[in-house]
């Protein structure tokens, strides 16, 4: 599936609106926002996926690593969104493209590029 079609896993607000917004700008279908791991698993169960934008930490002490795991068993490549460093990421997905928080427009777009 191409990557027009973007989940968002992102339990901010403000942050899940201007990713958005930022995508919309860049043609791109958004799915969600999600804010927790059951949506965001609940998303990817019902398809329609090109790629995703994955907040590090959500409420309540949830990571978002295992949407990550489903994402990653059912061949959809993501971002990692983090405002920590490369610390924050499971080792397992340290070669995934990362966005650190604060990000602009460009650093979305350069991210989700590279799975053009």
Known sequence: MP????LIVEDESLI????????ELLGKQVIGPVDS?????????????????????LRGG?????IADALAA??????????GGIQDVAERFRDR???SKPFTMDDVEAAIAQFA
């Open 3 to 6: 990557a027009n079609t973007i």
């Open 16 to 23: 899940a609106m201007m990713l958005e917004d930022f995508l």
């Open 37 to 57: 791991v059951a949506d965001g698993l609940a998303a990817v169960a019902v398809g329609g996926i090109g790629a995703a934008i994955l907040d590090v930490n």
């Open 62 to 66: 949830e990571t978002s690593w295992p």
């Open 74 to 83: 059912a061949g959809i490549p993501f971002v990692v969104a983090s405002g």
């Open 97 to 99: 493209p990362m966005l």
